[in-house]
């Protein structure tokens, strides 16, 4: 039996494709409202203003390694922010509302593509304090973005849909096409910059959330975002910090997104783990992918489901185990904690041997 790995190593291994011990565990969304301590700092304050807060931010995007136990450490901002910093009005109520919503080419030429550095500094800020702070755990700090597709939703309706369907985009698509690709391309653009800056200021890994991407068909994905994907994919170091591609709902689109250059495919509940696993092949690792809804279980069945999911991953090159969206607020911390506790009981699950 080999020593058990650090978690910053775990994590970077299991993104790469290489032998680790057991897989490494985090949570989307792992610092929020379903936390107590979260709940307390944050009251009065608009999350902006909680965002801009660098030693707020940086409490809270700790607070889960005490309370829940998780793994890696991900910033605490949104996507929205570097947004804000390309000049956008936008407000937060508790999603992003945006007061002028973008649907002319001239409003498209009107975000300001400044370096994120100098736009949005507090969060290079807070990266490099947190880099600092985990340092002595040798816990990984994750960056991360919103692909532009995602952006792109809520900047063209103007706020987010009930009905998570995002039709204002679509149609600016269909009957404003250059409108479109100028504003994908923007977003594409400030996301290159402000990754790599993000991961100049100390991020190991970086996620990028394209939460909405599975509204798109096949071929409309590799029209309309994965040139920006693979453009984004390009323009970062990934020797120096691996590339985790989210998508919350999008069983159809597995095996491309696993072609955008990525190094980790974040699934969500819909596609089974062992199907998932099948259908990349050793292309990229996988990250997932239980249901956040699970976490009302017992400990006995989250414990089982994690198992379960360990296991239908075997095949693939690597395991990331999250869950296949967000935390919600409403789920119980004991279930978060169980989640985490059952990634620390298991063994090596078959991605190959720690040498
Ligand atoms: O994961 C983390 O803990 C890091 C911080 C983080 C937040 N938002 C904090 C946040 C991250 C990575 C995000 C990503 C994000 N933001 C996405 C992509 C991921 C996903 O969940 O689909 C999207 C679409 C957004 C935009 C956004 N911001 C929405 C739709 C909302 C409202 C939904 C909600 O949870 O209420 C937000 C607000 C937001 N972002 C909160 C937090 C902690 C809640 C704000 C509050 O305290 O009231």
């Known amino acids: ?69 998780t793994e890696a450490v991900i910033l605490f901002s949104d996507i929205f922010v570097p947004v804000a910093g390309m000049g956008v009005a936008l407000d937060f109520a508790p999603g992003p509302v945006i007061a002028d919503p973008i649907r002319r080419l001239d409003q498209v030429e009107a975000l ?44 063209v309706r103007g706020k987010g849909d009930p009905e998570r369907r995002y039709e204002e985009l679509h149609a600016l698509m269909r009957d404003a096409p250059e409108v479109a690709r100028a504003l994908l391309d923007r977003l594409a653009e400030m996301t290159v ?23 798109l068909s096949e071929a409309e994905y590799r029209d309309w975002v994965l040139p920006g994907i693979r453009r984004i994919v390009a323009g970062l170091d990934r020797a120096a910090a691996p590339l985790i591609l989210f998508a919350s709902d999008a069983p159809h689109l597995v095996e491309i997104m696993a ?19 099948r259908r990349v092949g050793r292309k990229v690792s996988l990250q997932g992918n239980l249901d956040p809804a699970e976490l009302t279980g017992s400990r006995e069945h989250i414990f089982a489901r994690v198992r379960a999911i360990a296991a239908a991953a ?31 009981s298991l063994g090596n699950v078959g991605n190959g041997d720690v040498p």
């Not at 290489?18 to 409202?33: N, T, Y």
């Not at 985990?134 to 960056?143: E, I």
């Not at 800056?197 to 939460?211: H, N, S």
């Not at 911390?333 to 989640?339: D, I, N, P």
Request: net charge neutral; aromatic share 6%; charged share 20%.
């Open 259 to 277: 072609e955008s250059g990525c190094d980790v495919l974040s699934i969500g509940a819909r596609v089974e783990m062992a199907e998932a696993a």
């Open 1 to 69: 039996m080999s020593a058990a790995l650090d978690p910053t190593t775990r994590l970077l291994r299991a993104c790469r494709g290489e032998p680790v011990d057991r897989p490494p565990v985090w949570l989307m969304r792992q610092a929020g409202r379903y936390l107590p301590e979260y709940r307390r700092l944050r009251a009065g304050i608009p999350f902006l203003d909680m965002c801009r807060d660098v030693s707020k931010a940086v409490e809270v995007s700790l607070q889960p390694v005490a309370a829940v136990g």
């Open 112 to 155: 300001a593509l400044r370096d994120p550095r100098e736009s949005v500094p507090y969060v290079f800020e807070i990266l490099r304090r947190l880099r600092a702070e985990l340092a002595a755990q040798r816990l990984p700090l994750l960056g991360f973005a919103g692909a532009p597709f995602t952006l792109a939703c809520y900047l």
């Open 193 to 215: 910059q402000d990754l790599a800056a993000q991961v100049e200021a100390g991020a190991q890994a970086v996620q990028l959330f394209d939460t909405w991407a599975g509204l």
């Open 314 to 344: 075997a095949p693939a090159r690597g395991l990331i185990l999250n869950l296949g969206h967000g935390v919600t607020p409403d789920t119980p911390v004991e279930g978060v904690r169980a989640f985490t506790a059952a990634a620390r």
